[in-house]
C-alpha cells in the first residue's frame, strides 16, 4: 500500500519507527473509552504492534501511522478482518490533533482507498456511548446501529459499545 495523502495528513503503513510515538501517546486517556489498555512497556508495545505489522504483511489488516504535513505523528488506524464482510476500523489520534478534523480527514480517506481495494458495503465501527467525540465521527458518515456490548475489560474497564456500520454517504 503506498501512502494517502490529504489536504493535511499522510496516512502510511505503520512501521516501527513510530515505535516511541505510539508508545508515549497511547495512555490511560486515549484508551479510557477503548478495549485496549495502556502498554507497560516499550517492549510489550513492540510485540504488539510487530504482530499487527505481520498481519499487514500477510495482507489480513492495514496497520497505519496518521502523519502531519511536517511528518510527525498523530496517531493511529487499523483496518482489521480485510477479508470479513465486514472489516473493523479503529482510529485513535494524539491529544494535541484531537478536535480539528483529523480523525474524519484520516478516516474518510482510508474508507475511499478501501472502496477502491477491497469494495465493501459496510465497515465496523465500536464507540463506547460516552464518548461523544467518537459518536460524533460516527455521524459524519453513512451509518446504521446495531447492537450494544456491554462488558468489563481483563483490567477493569466498563464498557458499552455500540456497534456502527459505517461508510462513505
Not at 505489522?53 to 511528518?71: K, S, T, V
Not at 483490567?155 to 456497534?163: I, N
Amino acid at each position: 500500500m503506498k501512502a494517502i495523502q490529504t489536504e493535511r495528513l499522510s496516512i502510511v503503513p505503520f512501521d516501527l519507527g513510530y515505535l516511541t510515538d505510539y508508545y508515549n501517546a497511547f495512555d490511560e486517556e486515549i484508551t479510557k473509552y477503548q478495549y485496549p489498555d495502556p502498554f507497560d512497556s516499550v517492549e510489550a508495545a513492540e510485540e504488539c504492534l510487530q504482530e499487527f505489522i505481520n498481519e499487514m504483511d500477510c495482507g489480513e489488516m492495514l496497520f497505519l501511522a496518521i502523519l502531519d504535513r511536517e511528518g510527525i505523528f498523530a496517531g493511529g488506524l487499523e483496518v482489521h478482518e480485510l477479508a470479513a464482510e465486514y472489516p473493523e476500523l479503529g482510529i485513535w489520534l494524539k491529544k494535541d490533533f484531537q478536535g480539528k478534523g483529523y480523525a474524519y480527514e484520516a478516516l474518510s480517506s482510508v474508507l475511499r482507498y478501501l472502496n477502491q481495494t477491497c469494495q465493501k458495503e459496510w465497515y465496523v465501527y465500536e464507540a463506547d456511548i460516552r464518548n461523544k467525540s467518537s459518536i460524533g465521527l460516527v455521524a459524519k458518515f453513512s451509518y446504521r446501529k446495531e447492537g450494544i456490548d456491554e462488558f468489563t475489560t481483563d483490567s477493569g474497564k466498563e464498557l458499552k459499545l455500540q456497534r456502527y456500520l459505517i461508510n462513505l454517504p
